[in-house]
């Protein structure tokens, strides 16, 4: 029986959806989980970090996995591992705990690039930017309702935060498990090849590193800064877990929004390195304001949710572009390579994020912000005019010579 394209995709989303929202609920009480131990920022970036680690590790392998014994069989065992994960996070009493459940749980979404391969399989290139910005859509939805769900619990049961938010997240991994068994059990995408010949890290990488090293500062730029976040707004305006989750939900709302709304415009208009200049650029823009209204929490509400969504846009542009240089059979490692590079970011930000505050405060964040920023800028400039996607773009950088054509 022929499954119906958009059942699959749409079952793909919801999937997204409810990890998201696991992920959420687990964020904005974790730094404050961190200090209730006696840690501080560096600890909290420390644990942020190992679960970055723990994509960077699984990703690659994971989508070689898919390549090879079919993405459904990935997605199921993934999604009951990251179920384990976050019901032992729930259970968790010390520093300790909390590493080894974001460890485990950040080796489980590592299959990201699992279902960014699977949307490519059955997307045509044309309007792949687009799906590729309603995972992004479909994330950024979880992370608005993700802390609201969190907060309840909260409410509920102050003296047991994080057992409810633990246990909450779990269920929403329940939720994936089902949605993955009952929609998806038909999808059996298998390579004729053996694992041993399947694309591997370096033949998936090939001719891409730069493609990896953009995508690395993309990723260190946005997690240093989101890591960062409840610090900064803690010792800044003396805001407390309630707080730090209105701003994310805030943050996340622009975020969907721009994602459903202008990613496909922008990558039909500008091309997609055009899009990620426009990304990119913004968010330096955005940062350099910041640092002339440090004490104001009206700037830091308009400006943050620009921040972020211009490293957003930048992230799903460049899924998108390995995703079009990667051969059908090696869509699963492309993306899973080019998640494991993103995946460091995150290992490297939210560490690099903790000294710069530390070191320099919420001034130096965002000057390491706007260098981060002006790099990927400047890069994806220079790789553009020698692109076969160079065409929209050119008809930006220079008007004079593009209008003549039609």
């Given at each position: 029986?022929?499954?119906?394209?958009d059942?699959i995709?749409?079952?793909?989303?919801?999937?997204?959806f409810?990890?998201?929202?696991?992920f959420?609920?687990i964020?904005p009480i974790?730094?404050?989980?961190?200090l209730?131990?006696g840690?501080?920022?560096?600890?909290?970036?420390?644990?942020?970090s190992v679960?970055a680690?723990g994509t960077?590790i699984?990703?690659?392998?994971?989508g070689?996995?898919?390549?090879?014994?079919?993405?459904?069989?990935?997605l199921?065992w993934?999604n009951a591992g990251?179920?384990l994960?976050h019901?032992?996070l729930?259970?968790?009493t010390n520093?300790l705990?909390?590493?080894?459940?974001?460890?485990?749980?950040?080796?489980?979404?590592g299959?990201?690039s699992?279902?960014?391969a699977?949307?490519?399989d059955?997307?045509?290139?044309?309007?792949r930017?687009g799906?590729?910005g309603?995972?992004?859509?479909?994330w950024?939805?979880?992370?608005?309702l993700?802390?609201?769900?969190?907060?309840?619990?909260i409410?509920?049961?102050?003296d047991s935060?994080?057992?409810?938010v633990?246990?909450?997240?779990?269920?929403?991994?329940?939720?994936?498990?089902?949605?993955?068994?009952?929609?998806l059990?038909?999808l059996t995408?298998r390579s004729t090849?053996?694992?041993?010949?399947?694309p591997?890290?370096?033949?998936a990488?090939r001719?891409k590193?730069?493609?990896l090293?953009?995508?690395?500062?993309?990723s260190?730029?946005q997690s240093?800064?989101v890591?960062?976040?409840a610090?900064?707004v803690?010792d800044?305006?003396g805001?407390?877990g309630?707080e730090v989750?209105?701003?994310m939900?805030?943050?996340?709302v622009?975020?969907?929004?721009v994602q459903?709304l202008?990613v496909?415009?922008?990558?039909r208009v500008?091309?997609n390195?055009?899009?990620?200049?426009?990304g990119?650029?913004a968010?330096a823009l955005?940062?350099?304001a910041?640092?002339?209204?440090l004490?104001?929490?009206a700037a830091?509400?308009a400006?943050a949710p620009l921040i972020?969504?211009?490293l957003?846009?930048?992230m799903?542009?460049?899924n998108t572009?390995?995703?079009n240089?990667?051969a059908?059979?090696e869509?699963?490692?492309?993306?899973?390579v080019l998640?494991?590079?993103s995946?460091?970011?995150?290992v490297?930000?939210p560490t690099?994020?903790?000294l710069?505050l530390?070191?320099?405060?919420?001034?130096?964040l965002?000057?390491?912000?706007?260098?981060?920023?002006s790099i990927?800028?400047w890069w994806?400039v220079?790789?553009?005019r020698?692109?076969?996607?160079?065409?929209p773009?050119?008809?930006?950088?220079?008007p004079?010579?593009?209008?003549?054509?039609?």
């Open positions: 029986m022929k499954l119906n394209k059942r995709v749409i079952t793909l989303l919801l999937v997204v409810a990890d998201a929202i696991s959420a609920m964020m974790l730094p404050f989980l961190v209730k131990s840690g501080g920022p560096r600890t909290g970036g420390e644990l942020i679960h680690l960077l699984a990703a690659p392998l994971l070689r996995l898919s390549d090879r014994y079919g993405r459904y069989r990935v199921l993934t990251a179920f994960a019901a032992f729930g259970f968790s520093v705990a909390l590493f080894m459940a974001r460890a485990v749980a950040g080796l489980m979404a299959n990201i699992v279902v960014l699977t949307i490519a059955r997307t045509p290139k044309s309007s930017a799906n590729m309603l995972v992004m859509t479909a950024a939805v979880g992370v608005v993700g802390p609201g769900l969190g907060l309840l619990g409410h509920l049961f102050p935060a994080g057992m409810v633990g246990l909450q997240a779990a269920i929403f991994s329940l939720i994936c498990i089902v949605l993955v068994f009952y929609s059990s038909n995408w090849a053996s694992l041993s010949s399947a591997g890290f370096f033949s990488a001719g590193g730069w493609l090293l953009q995508s690395l500062l993309v260190v730029c240093a800064l890591s960062m976040l610090f900064w803690h800044t305006f805001w407390g309630k989750s209105l701003l939900i805030w943050v996340a622009i975020i969907a929004a459903a202008c496909a415009p922008l990558s500008l091309g390195f055009g899009a990620i200049i426009a990119t650029a968010a955005c940062s350099a910041m640092t002339l209204l004490g104001s929490s830091l509400i400006l972020v969504c211009g957003t846009v930048a799903t542009l460049l572009i390995m995703s240089l990667s059908a059979d869509q699963g490692a492309s993306l899973g998640s494991s590079s995946g460091l970011g995150r490297i930000g690099c994020g903790g710069m530390h070191g320099y405060g919420a001034r130096g965002l000057l390491f912000s706007i260098l981060l920023c990927v800028c994806s220079l790789k553009a020698n692109h076969t996607d160079r065409e773009l050119n008809a930006v950088l220079a004079n010579h593009s209008s003549s054509g039609s």
